[in-house]
């Protein structure tokens, strides 16, 4: 079967989709890359939230797939907003890396008795997540957060070059590039030498709903459906439908200071951790909620009522 796969083009869009194309070819499918320019790749000057998100990275990418011009799409499965048009589906979730976010300090600015955001006090801290903002607001409230957006080399080299201090990244994205890097194509190396990077312990600086996951989406009709099914990895699947099942709920995206992260503890349990950003007496906190049980659904929805109603205020 020959398969013409969607994808961004950014480095890492391309590293990912290359991943998800080889496991393809692997079984025997002839794929055909096409990369489609999203909103978010156009417009790169301003927040998510006046850009017009959730899903400016994946809009015309499914789009391409409803029309029929492409046969499966790869996404970053974080971009996905929580509802997609009615004929697509998320058939497939392969390999999940790690969730947590990544912190990239400038040599100068890194102070590592600062704690868990090691960079020194009132350093300025590029990022366009509001769940990111939020997150440096409570552990960090000395810290200034700068809008910061555009490809993984872009954001690198601003560090390096001193306009920011440090900024967030998704280590699974690092991560993949790394690997990419390492294994087949020299040229999509990210140079962050010099860079002091901290891993973020995802129980404690909560990450995006599904980070570190990749969404292969094919139209519920498309002959190709058993075949993306089959590159599904049923654990991560399970515990990336809790995180957007309270995404769903949430009805959040980009603009709501929102984390989940769910993962697998004795056997068919689930165990999923999540902070909201909600104002009391007309200031902003973060509220903690913690739960577990064996049926994604059903953990998302005594979540959503322990953010509302319960949890720890932070």
Not at 154 to 162: E, I, L, Q, S
Not at 241 to 249: K, P, Q
Request: with cysteine.
């Amino acid at each position: 079967m020959k398969l013409r796969l969607g994808t961004r083009g950014s480095r890492l869009a391309l590293a990912q989709s290359g991943d998800v194309a080889r496991m393809f070819e692997a079984r025997g499918h002839e794929v055909e890359i096409q990369v489609i320019k999203t909103t978010g790749d156009r417009d790169r000057d301003r927040a998510f939230v006046d850009v017009g998100a959730p899903g400016v990275f994946v809009i015309e990418i499914e789009q391409a797939l409803v029309a029929g011009s492409i046969d499966v799409a790869v996404h970053s499965y974080k971009d996905l907003p929580s509802k997609s048009p009615a004929e697509l589906v998320v058939a497939a979730v392969p390999e999940r890396v790690d969730a947590a976010d990544r912190l990239l300090i400038r040599p100068e600015a890194n102070e590592p008795g600062q704690g868990l955001i090691p960079v020194r006090r009132h350093g300025v801290i590029g990022t366009a997540s509001a769940r990111r903002q939020a997150l440096l607001r409570h552990f960090r409230p000395d810290l200034a957060a700068e809008l910061l957006r555009g490809n993984l080399p872009t954001r690198v080299a601003k560090v390096r070059d001193g306009i920011y201090d440090a900024t967030l990244l998704a280590a699974a994205g690092l991560m993949r590039l790394d690997r990419t890097a390492a294994t087949r194509d020299p040229s999509v190396a990210l140079d962050r030498g010099g860079i002091v990077e901290v891993r973020l312990d995802p129980a404690v600086f909560v990450p995006a709903p599904s980070q570190g996951a990749l969404a292969i989406q094919v139209r519920r009709d498309s002959p190709a459906l058993g075949e993306v099914q089959a590159l599904d990895d049923a654990a991560a699947h399970r515990a990336v439908r809790a995180e957007r099942a309270l995404l769903a709920l949430v009805e959040g995206g980009c603009q709501v200071p929102f984390g989940a992260w769910a993962r697998a503890v004795d056997g068919r349990q689930l165990e999923m951790i999540a902070l909201l950003e909600r104002e009391f007496d007309g200031a902003p906190r973060l509220v903690r909620a913690i739960g577990r049980g064996p049926d994604p659904e059903a953990l998302a929805a005594s979540m959503w009522e322990e953010l509302q109603h319960g949890g720890t205020l932070l």
